[in-house]
């Protein structure tokens, strides 16, 4: 069973950084993506942001110019590195890796922007 395991979220104040990672074990299958979903308060999760094998990234509109997402092939291991982050950003931030035709989901990380 893939195992995804996530660090990097805290708190912060508006305007600063935080990076996020995403390390993966377990995987059988080529990984043809990985990438970050997040859910705020009383709302569903969204799209953040992905990178497939290739390189290929999206982003959400919400992040596009203050996120970056990266990837290691090697380590199988994603990061999200978050620049002036705003107090919408606040939520839980789910880590995913697409495999085997399968989605395989983190435990999730708390990321909270003061104002």
């Known amino acids: 069973q893939v195992q995804l395991v996530e660090s990097g979220g805290g708190l912060v104040q508006a305007g600063g950084s935080l990076r996020l990672s995403c390390a993966a074990s377990?995987?059988?299958?080529?990984?043809?993506?990985m990438g970050w979903h997040r859910q705020a308060p009383g709302k569903q999760r969204q799209l953040v942001a992905d990178v497939t094998s290739s390189g290929s990234t999206n982003y959400a509109d919400s992040v596009k110019g203050r996120f970056t997402i990266s990837r290691d092939n090697a380590k199988n291991t994603v990061y999200l590195q978050m620049n002036s982050l705003k107090p919408e950003d606040t939520g839980v931030y789910y880590c995913y890796e697409y495999e085997g035709f399968q989605y395989y989901w983190g435990q999730g990380t708390q990321v909270t922007v003061s104002s």
């Open positions: 377990g995987s059988i299958f080529s990984v043809n993506a």
